[in-house]
DNA sequence: CTGAAAGCGCTTACAG
DNA sequence: CTGAAAGCGCTTACAG
């Protein structure tokens, strides 16, 4: 006996629920876009057979027809470092809780191969929008090869908007400020810099805010002492570059300054004693690290969030939409931070 | 004037690169997806008219036809911790190689409304197939709700499978008993065990290889000290159950191992000359942490790629699937263990 | 309040 | 090697 409703193998349809339920396929789209506009009856009839079918409507149909999937897209250059991670669960709860999923596409370079396959991973989609993060150059060539058509924003950082687009960030020029000034406020007489891939635009922020800092209080303004990103190559970096005479340091983020803090212990200075350390981030290990990180607190979750709010009130509202919104840092002072040796302010 | 390819703003459609080529709809349709059925005269005429068109297939199109989207969704109870983290960017990685995109939706709890609105945005998209990351329950019982006709497979540890699906596998147990050996290999008479989450399935494996290897040496099996998941609370845990006379403790993973020490430092403990302490996972941090962590090194993001890999077997290929791929972790020796005070093996 | 019909952008037998 | 036509599962004017 073949079952009427059975198509092959797939997933109960409209059609079926239609059938089930004695009525039009028009009336089973309403009650799932437009209830309202079905009488009761109907709509409880409706309502038990798509329960019964375990129904569950196509959304690659309903994409063909509206141009839209409910799906949003995210475009970065990292899924695992603590920022971009905790930016995208920040994204994936918004859209979780507006029903929409989230796709991932890692743009791997700035090698335009990678850029140009990205991109038409993105774009292969029909997706509500785009939300890129970005942080670095990779992100924002990718976001600027994409149409016009395609609602997009960024969750960026201070210095790093390049594709223009509509953004939510971190003030992290300001947080660059306060962590300097604190360190001043110590009484260090200037205060040195370990950036990530300095120069590229990723610490452009924090590294005007760190100069503007020193210079506002006439401190000298010491070169800046280039690393890569991880905890080694900090590590690394430090031991090459930070000589005997840096009393304060302030590092691109916690991971740096953890590695910094290994690499200062391995040359017998002790932190705070000797050298003052402040991190960027506030990771979730900066208080069990010893001595506890004096470091700057970022909220990326609450990026994550804005920004698919952003991007929302782009494609729903249209009026009045924020074209750029400032999530604030926090100064958070522990351990890693003191006077100079012989005297502070 | 109009411009005939325009439908309001759509991107151009496959009807629009036929009408520049001069060809029907069918030869473009197999120029993108059998090319050698085409002669080459016309097919260089498409795809010359795809180029200028900027033209892009909808996917959304394709999967209505095709009843798939060369999508994978990923179930996740987490995206941010190090293990979930890793274990997305290795599928991630492993789908753009194949030219997918990956659908990230997080099970927030146990809660039975939780799992069945994770599990409807899942199935809302045809998806290609499902990897649920199968690290505690929540997933396993998300993954209980699909329907059988959706392909799905598990990343997962050993002792955390309880859907039952094919799967690939860190084996932690082996882990946990490498960790156990070294320890008393060291000469300690026993090992504590710090475990996550306890008696969740999260840490089954690691808690049965720690005791069988504990059993096989004839050493006392002292009851498991119970942590929560991140540093700040296997520091409290640590404060609460680690007695003095624990010499040799084994922790869930590294950040529950930093949590730990943390605790011990404050108590006056120092590791390892007072505690060896022993972590899981290798991350980033555990070479530059003081002293350098004594772990057990896992790849997640191999973890990541062989799930992938056999969720795409299971699809295309469909003889010989293997239903388990086992990933075995290693030892790796740094500074955090040392043989007890008073004399080692 | 309800339904028949057109159409979203593709793929895929089928016929030549 | 090529094309006309049906159909994937929906939504949305349009007509009643």
């Known amino acids: 006996v073949r079952v009427a409703a059975s198509r092959k193998n797939r997933a109960p349809g409209i059609a079926d629920v239609a059938r089930l339920a004695g009525v039009s396929i028009t009336t089973v789209s309403r009650v799932l876009n437009d209830p309202e506009q079905v009488s009761e009856r109907r709509r409880a009839v409706v309502l038990a057979s798509i329960e019964q079918l375990g129904y569950r409507p196509n959304e690659a149909a309903r994409a063909l027809v ?24 920040g994204i994936e709860e918004a859209a979780r809780r ?70 939510a960030y971190i003030d992290d020029e300001l947080g660059a400020r306060l962590a300097t000034e604190h360190l001043l406020d110590l009484g260090h007489a200037t205060v040195h810099h370990l950036s990530a891939d300095y120069p590229t635009p990723s610490g452009h922020g924090r590294t005007y805010g760190y100069q503007q800092a020193l210079r506002e209080r006439g401190a000298r303004v010491p070169p800046i002492l280039p690393t890569g990103w991880n905890p080694l190559e900090a590590r690394r970096a430090a031991l090459e570059h930070v000589d005997d005479d840096v009393t304060a340091l302030f590092c691109f983020n916690d991971e740096v300054a953890m590695g910094a803090m290994s690499a200062l212990r391995e040359r017998g200075r002790r932190v705070p004693e000797d050298v003052s350390v402040v991190g960027f981030d506030d990771t979730p290990l900066s208080s069990v690290w010893h001595p506890a990180l004096t470091t700057v607190r970022i909220d990326f979750e609450a990026l994550g969030r804005t920004t698919f709010d952003l991007l929302r009130s782009m494609i729903v509202g249209g009026d009045d939409v924020a074209s750029a919104t400032e999530l604030p840092p926090a100064l958070v002072v522990r351990g890693s931070t003191a006077p100079p040796r012989g005297g502070g302010a």
């Open 66 to 89: 509206s141009g839209r999937q409910k799906m949003v897209g995210v475009l970065t250059g990292n899924t695992t470092r603590y920022g971009f991670s905790t930016t995208i669960h």
């Open 98 to 167: 507006r029903n929409m999923l989230v796709s991932i596409t890692v743009v791997e370079s700035e090698d335009p191969a990678h850029i140009r396959s990205a991109v038409d991973l993105v774009l292969s989609q029909p997706l509500t929008g785009v939300v890129g993060l970005e942080f670095d150059r990779v992100v924002s060539l990718a976001l600027a090869q994409l149409p016009p058509t395609m609602p997009a924003v960024a969750a960026s950082l201070t210095g790093t908007n390049a594709s223009g687009l509509p953004r």
